[in-house]
């Protein structure tokens, strides 16, 4: 059977050419079973992820359906979990909308009220919020809602997880009752069930995959480990994985302090996010993962819902999610846009039948496989070092190099030369058995006789520094092993390093003579 365009869908020439332009070429598998019934003004169920093309299914119809011009009130409201994804969700339907002169505006705590004030007050056709924000301009009057026409339950999973329920059944309360409503969601608790069959009338329930609701291209992968390795697994897994971005799922935001500082100790692009960073080190954080200057970002679920991503090859839980509405929502960070991705799962022995309980629930097969082994990230090391001078290789302007070879060549051979400037770029490619980490460092400070010193060094977050910066800096300047540096406290302005008491001078008279790009280094 032929598969339907959107030129088959009956859509306004305004919105056809939107989506041209977009780059959309024919409906997605959740955009064809959830448009006609929408377009046709029925209510709607939609089981679908992140990242399947739902916001255009939900998109679209609201466009079709509002009257340019008619702002004084909105005619459709889009309820979403959090901030980030009420912007992607106002930007993709301004995006479709633009044609037809529809004007969208989100609203959601972290703003000033008194922006959304003027957007709300100059028109808009469609309101994209936070049940909470919605509420707060609800109760001041500034969001009437007497002419909605159209109602859209993003990710309500979500929001029934983040406490919501009860904000959602006032708003919706609020409404006429002579709507449209529609609710995607990817998965469906008993209480959103029950939001359903209570606020809509007799919606047509769709979803892209009729047999599974776990997006079908992801690989899914478990390692059993201890929970002391879990860190020194995921740097194994690292290494050996071919990845473009990789979100790393935490339970705490202490684990996700923790983790992320380990992982920049040991050079690896990785930074964190939670509730508790202010909001311009969140955007800044998710700018760098979004162009890839931050390959790996450490995360709780609170902090990670709504973010979509392009190109997250990987996620990985760090931590074994409690429940399968939470594993669904993870896995589905990656796999996007019909695309191949990898879930990786560490879990410890005592993890594995809530693990098997959350395969059973999910209707999808999680395999086992072993931690690489030291040998598997040697050849992985070798490889990239392998590739990166074949690419430095293929770039050319190499002549002032090939002076420093004549210059070494009447001495040694091009061999010798060779390996010596490989080891200068990659390290000597020693890789110690998990076993024996635990067992070397198992009660231990990073220092000889359990004597620390914490120093003081006069460079933090907003002089670009960053944990693996100073790790780098310290080990190279100060001559002192990167495993034998503590605890890392990054600030905006300063940083405290901790380092073994006899190598302190040693670090202090090397780091004060040396620069950080542009900015001299003072430690004390």
Do not use: W
Not at 52 to 57: E, F, I
Not at 131 to 137: A, E, I, K, L, S
Request: proline share 5%; with cysteine.
């Amino acid at each position: 059977m032929k598969q339907k365009t959107f030129n088959d869908l009956g859509l306004s020439e305004e919105v056809l050419k939107a989506l041209a332009e977009m780059g959309f070429e024919s409906p997605t598998p959740i955009q064809r079973v959830a448009l006609p019934p929408a377009l046709a003004g029925h209510d709607v169920i939609g089981l679908a992820q992140t990242g399947t093309g739902k916001t255009a299914a939900f998109g679209i119809p609201l466009i079709e359906a509002a009257k340019e011009g008619n702002r004084k009130d909105p005619s459709a409201l889009v309820l979403v979990p959090t901030r980030e994804l009420a912007i992607q969700v106002c930007t993709e339907i301004s995006r479709i909308g633009r044609h037809k002169g529809i004007v969208a505006a989100a609203v959601y705590g972290g703003q000033p009220i008194t922006t959304q004030f003027r957007a709300l007050k100059a028109g808009v056709d469609v309101v994209v919020g936070t049940p909470g924000r919605v509420m707060d301009h609800m109760r001041r009057k500034t969001l009437v809602l007497r002419n909605i026409r159209s109602v859209v339950l993003d990710e309500a999973d979500e929001m029934l997880n983040m406490g919501f329920i009860e904000d959602m059944e006032t708003i919706l309360a609020e409404v006429p009752k002579e709507r449209r409503t529609m609710l995607f969601s990817a998965t469906m608790p008993a209480p959103i069930l029950r939001l359903s069959g209570k606020y809509m009338t007799d919606p047509e329930t769709v979803r892209a995959d009729a047999n599974n609701p776990v997006v079908a291209k992801i690989s899914q992968v478990f390692y059993e480990v201890r929970s002391e390795d879990r860190t020194r697994a995921l740097m194994r897994l690292l290494e050996v994985e071919d990845f473009s971005r990789v979100l790393v799922f935490c339970a705490t935001r202490k684990d996700v302090d923790d983790l992320s500082a380990e992982l920049q100790k040991a050079g690896y692009g990785a930074a964190g996010l939670h509730g508790d960073y202010p909001q311009e080190l969140r955007d800044e954080t998710m700018k760098r993962f979004r162009n890839g200057n931050t390959p790996v970002l450490v995360a709780t679920d609170v902090a990670a819902r709504g973010l979509d991503v392009q190109d997250v090859s990987h996620v990985v839980n760090y931590s074994l999610p409690q429940n399968a509405e939470t594993h669904v929502h993870r896995i589905g960070r990656t796999g996007r846009a019909g695309k191949s991705g990898v879930a990786i799962t560490l879990v410890s022995p005592r993890e594995k039948s809530r693990l098997r309980l959350i395969e059973r629930l999910t209707r999808s097969t999680i395999r086992q496989a072993p931690i690489p082994t030291k040998d598997d990230v040697k050849r992985a090391r070798q490889q990239g070092t392998i590739d990166a001078l074949a690419a430095a290789i293929a770039t050319g302007s190499l002549d002032q190099h090939k002076k420093v070879v004549d210059a070494l060549a009447s001495r040694y051979s091009l061999e010798d030369i060779a390996a010596a400037a490989i080891r200068l770029m990659a390290g000597d490619m020693v890789v110690e058995d998990i076993a024996e980490v635990r067992q070397r460092t198992r009660g231990e400070r990073p220092v000889s006789g359990g004597q620390v010193v914490k120093l003081r060094v006069g460079l933090g977050r907003k002089d670009g520094i960053s944990v693996s910066d100073l790790v780098k800096s310290i080990a190279v300047q100060g001559r002192i092993p990167g495993r034998d540096i503590g605890k890392i406290a990054l600030f905006d302005r300063h940083s405290f390093v901790e380092v073994p008491a006899h190598l302190a001078r040693q670090v202090v008279t090397s780091m004060n003579q040396s620069r950080f790009p542009g900015k001299k280094i003072q430690v004390a």
